[in-house]
């Protein structure tokens, strides 16, 4: 039977883990795949203006269908595919050549890995004070390997 002060001590680690480290674990793999989104949806966008350009349909324009919501769609005429819209943030939109569009994706792309890279190593990190604590607890209990 362990001592009571010891088992205090198992107590506190145990709810530190559960309660502040693997909640903490939890919050830094969403905002990974939040990152993880925002990466694809600008890469997709890259490849639709890399097609854009391939097809020649910054100057000649292109015919698409557009979704209005509940899938109605809508056949549209893009006249202008030269210049592109997009969000730099707060709800701010600028307007971009698409040669000019790809070079901003391409360094927001650059910014999203590298706080990508972070996360993993906060989430590795993470994992290592909850495997450093379990392993103390082990100590404590006598436990052994």
Same mark, same amino acid.
């Given at each position: *039977? *362990? &001592?009571?002060?010891?088992? @205090?001590?198992?107590?506190?680690?145990?709810? $530190?883990?559960?309660?502040? =480290? @693997?909640?903490?674990?939890?919050?830094? &793999?969403?905002?990974?795949? &939040?990152? /993880?989104?925002?990466?694809?949806?600008?890469? #997709?966008?890259?490849?639709?203006?890399?097609? =854009?350009k391939n097809v020649g349909a910054e100057k000649d324009g292109y015919k698409t269908k557009v979704d209005?919501?509940?899938?109605?769609?809508? #056949? +549209?005429?893009?006249?202008? +595919?030269?210049?592109?819209?997009? %969000?730099?943030?707060?709800?701010? $939109?600028? &307007? $971009?050549? =698409? %040669?000019?569009?790809?070079?901003?994706? %391409?360094?927001?792309?650059? =910014?999203?890995? @590298?706080?990508?890279? /972070?996360?993993?190593?906060?989430? +590795?990190?993470?994992?290592?004070?909850?495997?450093?604590?379990?392993?103390?607890? @082990?100590?404590?209990q006598g436990i052994d390997k």
């Amino acid at each position: *039977m *362990m &001592e009571p002060d010891i088992q @205090r001590k198992v107590h506190q680690f145990e709810t $530190f883990i559960n309660d502040v =480290l @693997r909640q903490d674990l939890a919050a830094l &793999e969403k905002k990974l795949d &939040e990152k /993880n989104s925002e990466i694809a949806e600008f890469l #997709q966008l890259k490849s639709v203006i890399t097609t =854009l350009k391939n097809v020649g349909a910054e100057k000649d324009g292109y015919k698409t269908k557009v979704d209005l919501g509940s899938n109605f769609f809508i #056949q +549209a005429n893009v006249e202008d +595919a030269s210049h592109i819209l997009l %969000d730099v943030g707060l709800g701010h $939109f600028v &307007e $971009f050549t =698409l %040669d000019e569009a790809l070079v901003v994706i %391409d360094v927001r792309i650059k =910014l999203f890995e @590298r706080q990508v890279a /972070n996360l993993r190593k906060e989430i +590795a990190n993470t994992n290592a004070h909850i495997k450093l604590i379990l392993l103390g607890i @082990r100590d404590l209990q006598g436990i052994d390997k």
